[in-house]
């Protein structure tokens, strides 16, 4: 009996391992890239702890290390949106898709700061462009097409 719960604990964490890795792999173009970044996995951390100020300022250092890691421009420009700093989010976010075009995540991100911002043309359209780069299955399809159906909801 207790190898039998052993074996199902280890089981349950195996999937849930699984399922984390499917996640980020979803969010991050580059995961092992990002996770080599001190400064991105504090950034990533303190998003978890809805700590906006923070996660921008790990982002930007991680920026200033590699201005070539896309994942950390559209981190800098998720917690730049959630501090309220949609200026410097869409700054961001543009500098993620200059390097990454086809990024789900910034793409994604970039139509919900639109969504935001009260411009739903824009944000329809990053909508669009989500759907061709990975269909409406994919998370990032989806928590845009949220964020549009909410808005249209006020």
């Known amino acids: 009996m207790k190898q039998q719960l052993t074996l199902t604990a280890l089981a349950i964490a195996f999937a849930m391992t699984l399922?984390?890795?499917?996640?980020?792999?979803?969010?991050?173009?580059?995961?092992?890239?990002?996770?080599?970044?001190?400064?991105?996995?504090?950034?990533?951390?303190?998003?978890?702890?809805k700590k906006w100020a923070l996660a921008v300022e790990?982002?930007?250092?991680?920026?200033?290390?590699?201005?070539?890691?896309?994942?950390?421009?559209?981190?800098?420009?998720?917690?730049?949106?959630?501090?309220?700093?949609?200026?410097?989010?869409?700054?961001?976010?543009?500098?993620?898709?200059a390097l990454e075009p086809l990024h789900r995540g910034a793409n994604s991100y970039l139509g919900v700061a639109y969504v935001r911002t009260n411009d739903l043309a824009k944000a329809r359209a990053q909508l669009a462009k989500v759907d061709s780069i990975c269909g409406r299955d994919c998370e990032e399809y989806k928590l845009l097409e949220k964020a549009i159906a909410e808005y249209k909801a006020k």
């Open 19 to 49: 399922t984390t890795a499917a996640w980020a792999a979803d969010t991050e173009s580059s995961p092992a890239k990002a996770a080599a970044s001190a400064d991105y996995v504090a950034g990533k951390q303190a998003v978890d702890d």
């Open 58 to 97: 790990h982002f930007k250092r991680a920026t200033l290390q590699d201005a070539k890691n896309a994942d950390a421009w559209n981190m800098l420009g998720y917690s730049s949106r959630w501090a309220g700093n949609y200026p410097d989010a869409f700054n961001a976010y543009a500098r993620a898709l």
